[in-house]
Structures are given as structure tokens and as C-alpha cells.
């Protein structure tokens, strides 16, 4: 049967082709399964290791683990109706973090939930997903979100390392002047919580800055295209308040200026009183 070897090796090729694809984009592949509620093509790209920091089912690690979560994960999304639309993506040094809206139905209404998912491979069989989000809009409740990564080399410079020093100062001022004239800073919770331009940029953070200082976040992982930079953090501190480390991750955008067009913020942290 000459055919045979030449079955197997299309067989191959069609194999390699999969793997190399769903390597390329593994978030778009990520929540396909998860909408899917089918973790198999995930397997066959990522034979080695798969691991999920996930806000609401904490730390899932292995196949076993990862169908279960999956499968559960289509069930709670088919109950909301829920529609994913892509914000924006920042690729660089072999991380993913793509910003989403997830679309939620229920109780006659329907909601805008931002969540952002960082996918990073350790090696061609093995991936990590971390997912960033508030569940405000969803539940009504803050949840404390334990520290993920440990603090990294890495910093932002240029207008972000700016933003972020402001931050830390708890200095309204500076912290506005990093924004382009129409910027915006978009809460967790999503576009309700939406500040845009001087006037409201300076009302807000005059307010965050009011349990008696600044916000202290310590790098974990940046991810700088050099058009949006995506900071993963683990906030420690709120004003004179040490906070248990919860994790988080803010998304920087710059403007053709230099000045920050937009902050997108993904944490669940809650202001101290």
C-alpha cells in the first residue's frame, strides 16, 4: 500500500499545522474551548503542561482540571447569554494580553464586563492563561484576588513610568498630566466608571488619592508593544493603608503625542474606608 506513508505524513503536517496556528493566537483558541465547552483542541496544541489563573475558579493545573473548568465555564456563560468582543491585543516578548468585553443578558438588562487574558508559553507544549477582571458587575461583591506572579525586573518608562510614579506619590496633578486632553481612565467595572479629560481625570484621582495617599503596585510583568503597554501588578498598598496583595493588570495606551490615550484597569481591589 504505497499510499499509506503518504496518508500519514499529510496526517502530520495537518497536526503541525494546528498546533502552529493555535500557538500563534492561544486566547482566541482559549475561549473558543471555553464557549465551546470542549478542552480537546487545547490538549492536542499544548500536550505538556496548561495551567488557568482564573478569578472565580481559582488556579486550575492539568488536563483533568482543565476539561472540568472548561465544561463548567460553557454552562455559566450559555446562562448569561454571554457575547465576546475583542478590544485590542498587545503582543511582545512572547506574552498575549488581549482586552475583551464579555456581554452578559440577564434580568431584562444587558452589561459590558471587561476582562483581560494573558497567555504566555514557557515552551512549545506548555501554556499559561491568566484572567484579570472585577466581578462587580457581575455579583455585586469585591473578591480579594491573591498575588500570581512574583515582582519582575522589568519597569515601564516614558509616560507610563510617569503614570505610575504619580500613582505611587498619590500626586492628582502629575498624574493628570500624563494624559492626552481627551484621555481617558476606565474603572473595573467597566464604562459606567469611565473618566474623560482634565476636569473629570483630576476629580477622580483627588479622590482615590483620599485614604491618605497613593496607590503602591509592585511590576510583576509588562508587556510593551509600543503602542499599549499591559502591566501585570500586585497592589500592596492604598494611601496609609497596607493591603493583603491582590493582583491586578492595567493596560497603558499612548496617543500619537506620547501622553496616555486611555488606562484600562482589571483588578477587583476595593479603596479601603
Known amino acids: 500500500m504505497p499510499w499509506f ?19 500563534a493566537d492561544p486566547v482566541t483558541q482559549y475561549l473558543t474551548a471555553l464557549n465551546n465547552g470542549d478542552a480537546r483542541a487545547l490538549e492536542d496544541v499544548w500536550p505538556g503542561q496548561v495551567v488557568v489563573h482564573d478569578p472565580r475558579a481559582g ?5 483533568r482540571q482543565l476539561r472540568r473548568f472548561v465544561s463548567q465555564n460553557k454552562s455559566w456563560l450559555a446562562e448569561r447569554h454571554a457575547r465576546i468582543e475583542t478590544v485590542a491585543a498587545t503582543l511582545a516578548g512572547g506574552r498575549a494580553v488581549v482586552e475583551l468585553l464579555a456581554h452578559l443578558a440577564g434580568d431584562g438588562r444587558e452589561l459590558a464586563w471587561p476582562v483581560a487574558v494573558v497567555a504566555e508559553s514557557p515552551d512549545d507544549r506548555s501554556v499559561v492563561f491568566r484572567t484579570y477582571c472585577s466581578q462587580w458587575p457581575v455579583d455585586g461583591r469585591r473578591h480579594v484576588r491573591p498575588a500570581i506572579l512574583p515582582p519582575g525586573d522589568a519597569h515601564p518608562s516614558d509616560v507610563v513610568g510617569r503614570y505610575q510614579a504619580a500613582l505611587e506619590a498619590g500626586d492628582a496633578e502629575a498624574i493628570v498630566q500624563t494624559f492626552a486632553p481627551d484621555g481617558y481612565y476606565r474603572e473595573p467595572i467597566g464604562s459606567p466608571a469611565t ?37 501585570e501588578y500586585t497592589c500592596v498598598r ?23 490615550a486611555a488606562a484600562r484597569i482589571y483588578d477587583d481591589i476595593e479603596a479601603p474606608v
Open 59 to 63: 488556579e486550575i493545573r492539568g488536563h
Open 195 to 231: 473618566h474623560r479629560g482634565t476636569a473629570e481625570l483630576r476629580s477622580f484621582f483627588a479622590s482615590r488619592f483620599g485614604a491618605g495617599g497613593g496607590i503602591g503596585l509592585r511590576d510583576c510583568a509588562v508587556t510593551d508593544d509600543g503602542v499599549r503597554c499591559a502591566v
Open 5 to 23: 506513508p503518504d496518508f500519514i505524513s499529510a496526517v502530520e503536517l495537518v497536526r503541525q499545522q494546528t498546533r502552529a496556528a493555535g500557538q
Open 238 to 260: 492604598w494611601g496609609s493603608h497596607d493591603l493583603v496583595p491582590q493582583a491586578g493588570l492595567g493596560v497603558y495606551e499612548r496617543g500619537p503625542g506620547g501622553l496616555l
